[in-house]
Each structure stands twice: as C-alpha cells, then as structure tokens.
C-alpha cells in the first residue's frame, strides 16, 4: 500500500458475538486471545491490528491467511 498502509486484501475482519460470551471464563478467554494475538509475533500466530469493541460484538482486524 501507499505510504506503509495495509492493503484492504491483506487484512480480514474476524467478529465474536458478544451474546455467545456468555460466561466470565469465557470473556476471559477472549480477552486471553486478543491480548496474546495483539502483543506476540510468531509466524503461528495471526497478529491482530486493531480491535473494535461494537455495541453487540468485537471485531478484530487480522492479517489474512491465504492456504495453500
């Protein structure tokens, strides 16, 4: 992309539904991931670039995985 900025095809959107996080352990979980996905690199884990906390879900902008 232009200036550094990711390309729109080198990202994907992934979305929790906060309805499903229906226990403290499970939020906790979620919580667990986004922080190990944001702060980490490693080639195994998907770094996640920005997490927006939405009204009925979180939506977490993710490099995209293309399979082979």
Known sequence: GKGGE?????????????ERVSS???L????NE???????????ILHIY?????RKGLYLVMEKVLLQ
Do not use: P, S, Y
């Open 6 to 18: 990711e390309e729109d095809d080198d990202l994907a959107l992934k979305i929790i539904n906060k």
């Open 34 to 44: 986004v922080l190990a996905q944001t702060t980490l690199r490693h080639r195994g």
């Open 24 to 26: 403290l352990a499970a």
């Open 28 to 31: 906790k979980r979620v919580d």
């Open 50 to 54: 920005d997490v927006i906390n939405g």
